[in-house]
């Protein structure tokens, strides 16, 4: 599984961006695609994902309501559409995958998740 992350940039408070993920070699009908992002001086975390065999979706609390997350399985693409950005929304985003559907209790963890991409850089400053 190989995964290749874009659309990062710098955008104004209050701009949106919209993240690509290009995936190849991954089982779409059963394993679970995510998006995670690392800020300086803390940890990574789980920002949303979304789970292929029946579409469920996992958001932070922190991005509920202003991100979504979207897959076009024709193109092996997941996307990250980014709405309403804040400062503090700014990090590196990675998106990751693993070959099992994933419970709802784990979708977010990092440890469930065993093929990561490089990350796109999202700066949200004025």
């Known amino acids: 599984v190989q995964l290749q992350a874009s659309g990062g940039g710098l955008v104004q408070p209050g701009g949106s961006l919209r993240l690509s993920c290009v995936v190849s070699g991954f089982p779409w009908r059963s394993g679970t695609i995510g998006w995670f992002r690392q800020a300086p001086g803390k940890e990574r975390e789980g920002v949303s994902c979304i789970r292929q065999g029946d579409g469920s979706i996992a958001y932070a609390d922190s991005v509920r309501g202003r991100f979504t997350i979207s897959r076009d399985k024709a193109k092996n693409t997941v996307y990250l559409q980014m709405n309403s950005l804040q400062p503090e929304d700014t990090a590196v985003y990675y998106c990751?995958?693993?070959?099992?559907?994933?419970?709802?209790?784990?979708?977010?963890?990092?440890?469930?998740?065993?093929?990561w991409g490089q990350g796109t850089q999202v700066t949200v400053s004025s």
């Open positions: 990751a995958a693993t070959t099992r559907g994933l419970i709802r209790s784990w979708m977010l963890a990092i440890r469930s998740y065993e093929y």
